[in-house]
């Protein structure tokens, strides 16, 4: 479903719409106000008053005025200025700062090639063992370290390191293998 296919639902509250577009592009978005605002619970406020906004109907997306995603940051940017603007109201904003920040907005080509990429390694994930899977996203998807993620679960830390080493290994083996494949495509 196309970008603007989601954002009709989402006028006629459709909240799975909203669900969608949210998770299409919270990473992003969320990478984009950390920029401007180098401050993590602003940068969420930033986000949760993107997505009420566009729940509620503030600002009307109008497509022969430009792209979806390029409306979205623009909103976003607005949002964040005026959070900060709230927060500190004696802070003199450099606008010329906020309009001269590249867009993050990847190419489609990049999205493409990411959304590829993700697939394969969720596909080699799943081929893992339930335990590897469970060291591997704590350690690389949430950040814990070993011994963090060994009290979490309740094993030993050399049960943990030697987990994540044969997950390491069989990702390394099945990704290098869709790699290779993806060569003899070409």
């Known amino acids: 479903m196309t970008d603007i296919e989601l954002y009709e639902r989402v006028r006629q509250k459709d909240k799975q719409a909203l669900e ?13 106000v950390m920029q401007l605002t180098k401050d993590r619970d602003l940068a969420e406020e930033a986000m949760q008053e ?5 729940w509620r109907g503030g600002g009307v ?4 005025k430009g792209k979806f995603k390029s409306w979205l940051f623009t909103m976003s940017r607005h949002v964040t200025i005026d959070l900060i603007r709230k927060r500190k109201p ?15 907005a990847p190419s489609v080509e990049t999205e493409v090639e990411w959304q590829e990429e993700r697939t394969q390694i969720e596909t080699a994930m799943a081929e893992l063992p339930v335990e ?3 060291v ?3 350690m690389y998807f949430q950040g814990l370290s070993q011994q963090k993620i060994a009290d979490t679960c309740g094993i030993p830390l050399g049960t943990v390191k030697g987990r994540i080493r044969l997950a390491l290994k069989q990702l390394r083996r099945h990704l290098s293998h869709d790699l290779n494949d993806k060569e003899v495509e070409r």
Do not use: G, M, N
């Open 61 to 64: 997306y109008d497509e022969s």
């Open 132 to 134: 590897q899977q469970q």
């Open 90 to 104: 004696d802070l003199q904003l450099d606008e010329s700062y906020a309009e001269a920040i590249p867009s993050p």
């Open 20 to 32: 969608t577009l949210y998770d299409r592009y919270e990473r992003i978005l969320y990478a984009f």
């Open 50 to 54: 993107v997505f009420i906004k566009l």
């Open 136 to 138: 591997v996203r704590l």
